[in-house]
């Protein structure tokens, strides 16, 4: 079993930064691609950026890529999603997910996280 806590959100302005961890317990960590997804009111969860076991493959969606950074630490059991020049349509509760496919659908990730709000003010 995997278990996944999300810290980092917040509070922040227009054009500001948040990082965003997402620590796992167990060992198998390494063995996992990861992903952030997010998910605003009334909206569907939707697809952030991805990162395979070793880190060297990564993938964006298209309304965050030259904004948001994922990257990972498999000493520290440890993925972060770096958010820069952040906007108003940020705005969402971020979850990080660990799976057996390196994939861009939710449905494909076995072990989620509890969330993180991230709120994004003009």
């Known amino acids: 079993q995997v278990q996944l806590v999300e810290s980092g959100g917040g509070l922040v302005q227009a054009g500001g930064s948040l990082r965003l961890s997402c620590a796992a317990s167990g060992r198998t960590f390494i063995n996992f691609p990861m992903g952030w997804f997010r998910q605003a009111p009334g909206k569907e969860r939707e697809f952030v950026a991805r990162?395979?076991?070793?880190?060297?493959?990564?993938d964006y969606a298209d309304s965050v890529k030259g904004r948001f950074t994922i990257s990972r630490d498999n000493a520290k059991n440890t993925v972060y999603l770096q958010m820069n020049a952040l906007k108003p349509e940020d705005t969402a509760v971020y979850y990080c997910?660990?799976?057996?496919?390196?994939?861009?659908?939710?449905?494909?990730?076995?072990?989620w996280g509890q969330g993180t709000q991230v709120t994004v003010s003009l």
């Open positions: 997910a660990g799976g057996s496919y390196y994939s861009r659908d939710p449905r494909e990730y076995r072990y």
């Open positions: 990162i395979n076991p070793s880190g060297g493959n990564t």
